[in-house]
């Protein structure tokens, strides 16, 4: 019978246990955290859902209408077009720069937990040709992601639009609420075959690119003939690792939620707090100001990271674990790095054949 993906969860779970606790290491623990978080692997389970803020019926009449006014009193927009474009571009190179950096660290957390030993500095500079060929797939990926979105919506907009349908909508609700409903489900396709082409290269292209020094494509290539071969392996690892990640998301979740608490409300009162005394003082909107609250959610937002990464360290090692495991048994490469031959026994040196000690002749007898 062939290794399933159920029969992976435990091995997975022996692992993170010998890895994290087998003695426990607070500097191995951060270490892990630092580079799950900087890999992007928090979406994989570790990550706390964020709740959507609730529909507050707000009066129309009374003092809220005079709150955007008061703040943005004296506000000349000319004068913030530079500073709204040099977020926007900073915005947009930090972000390419994560993906790089994300890229090299998702070798060191494959390292890492392959080894039982994170080593940061090491496989950082030893994985820049693997990083950048995965940073390279990574931001193809995103363009064809964002073409293809366009295009899905971009087509059916501009036919309706040709069609007439969008400047006299009433006379054809009945072919606008299908074509909608099946854009929908054109999306909700779309996303999901993203995601799954996503998932499956951290978990299956990542480890042949690791230890063969492939690019994508080629890892690509092997793992589309091996899940040819074995579709419904590869379907239940699918199906049971989104029962797992939505298992860990529910314990890590309600663990960040009483961490937020904690140490987040405190955050926000003061943040409040010190809003309302700079309002009370007469300070108003400046890019000074906006800077500083932007900087300051920033912080707070790293520190919101940082500590949901904290949390989510058990995740971080499992689900590679889990992956490893099962790609194992069906990649040799793979099985041979994650179960190490034993070192032979010596052979112990055979002993000299078995020789009479030497007897000097009798004497001869005094006649």
């Not at 809003?275 to 937002?301: D, E």
Request: net charge positive.
């Amino acid at each position: 019978m062939p290794f399933s993906a159920l029969d992976a969860i435990n091995p997975a779970i022996e692992h993170t246990k010998r890895q994290l606790f087998k003695p426990f290491r607070f500097g191995q623990w951060t270490r892990v955290a630092l580079v799950g978080l900087l890999a992007g692997e928090l979406s994989s389970g570790g990550g706390c859902n964020v709740p959507s803020i609730p529909n507050l019926n707000i009066p129309h009449n009374g003092p809220s209408q005079h709150v955007l006014p008061e703040i943005f009193n004296g506000f000349d927009p000319s004068l913030y077009i530079g500073l709204i474009f040099v977020l926007v571009f900073s915005a947009f190179v930090l972000g390419i720069l994560f993906m790089y950096v994300s890229s090299v660290m998702r070798f060191i957390l494959f390292d890492g937990v392959l080894a039982k030993e994170c080593h940061i500095r090491a496989g950082w500079g030893r994985r820049q040709l693997e990083g950048w060929r995965y940073f390279l797939w990574k931001l193809a990926y995103a363009i064809t992601t964002f073409c293809a979105a366009i295009a899905l919506l971009g087509i059916p907009v501009g036919f309706a639009f040709v069609m007439g349908w969008l400047t006299d909508p009433k006379q054809h609700v009945v072919v606008l609420i299908l074509g909608g409903i099946a854009l929908f489900f054109l999306l909700a396709f779309l996303v999901i075959a993203m995601v799954v082409i996503y998932v499956l290269t951290k978990d299956f292209v990542i480890p042949q690119m690791a230890l063969e020094n492939i690019g994508a494509m080629e890892g690509w290539r092997r793992l589309w003939a091996m899940m040819k071969a074995e579709t419904g392996g590869y379907a239940g690892y699918i199906g049971m690792k989104i029962v797992l990640a939505i298992v860990a998301g529910i314990v890590i979740g309600i663990i960040g939620f009483i961490f937020a608490l904690i140490i987040l409300v405190p955050a926000a009162g003061v943040a409040i707090a010190a809003v309302l005394a700079a309002k009370a003082a007469g300070v108003g909107w400046t890019v000074y100001t906006i800077t500083l609250a932007v900087v300051a959610g920033c912080v707070l937002l790293a520190v919101f990271l940082c500590f949901s990464s904290l949390i989510s360290v058990p995740a971080i090692v499992f689900f590679p674990a889990y992956s490893m495991y099962f790609f194992a048994a069906r990649y040799p490469a793979l099985r041979s790095a994650l179960y190490p031959a034993l070192p032979a026994a010596p052979i112990p040196p055979t002993p000299p054949p078995y020789q009479a000690p030497f007897l000097p002749p009798n004497p001869e007898p005094i006649a």
